[in-house]
Nanobody, 121 residues
Framework: VQLQASGGGLVQAGDSLRLSCAASDEYTIGWFRQAPGEDRDFVAAISWTGANTNIADSVKGRFTVSRDNTQNKVFLQMNALRPEDSAVYYC???????????????????WGQGTLVTVSS
């Protein structure tokens, strides 16, 4: 499976960005981010039907995850961005499964190329 994340860019603190991931409706999609020198951290996940979502506490209330299976796209809406949100954001896929494991990068079968988000203060 090929996944492709897009939509990153340079924004100011307080701005919004929407990232997209091209992914078929067979896949649970997780969003992760990795800043230089840091581990890859869980951000959000959405089940293949869109019925279930999981959002990291660090972004809860600011980020939302959704999907449009008619377009084969998953979205990460990021509002009220902060400088500490700066990172490369990745989408990852796992076929038709859901559970508490969604926060674990190693549980995903496929990864797309990341998209860089830079938030200036």
């Amino acid at each position: 499976v090929q996944l492709q994340a897009s939509g990153g860019g340079l924004v100011q603190a307080g701005d919004s960005l929407r990232l997209s991931c091209a992914a078929s409706d067979e896949y649970t999609i997780g969003w992760f981010r990795q800043a230089p020198g840091e581990d890859r951290d869980f951000v959000a996940a959405i089940s293949w039907t869109g019925a279930n979502t999981n959002i990291a506490d660090s972004v809860k209330g600011r980020f939302t995850v959704s999907r449009d299976n008619t377009q084969n796209k998953v979205f990460l809406q990021m509002n009220a961005l902060r400088p500490e949100d700066s990172a490369v954001y990745y989408c990852a896929g796992a076929s038709r499964v859901w559970g508490t494991w969604t926060v674990v990068p190693d549980k995903y079968d496929a990864w797309g190329q990341g998209t860089l988000v830079t938030v200036s203060s």
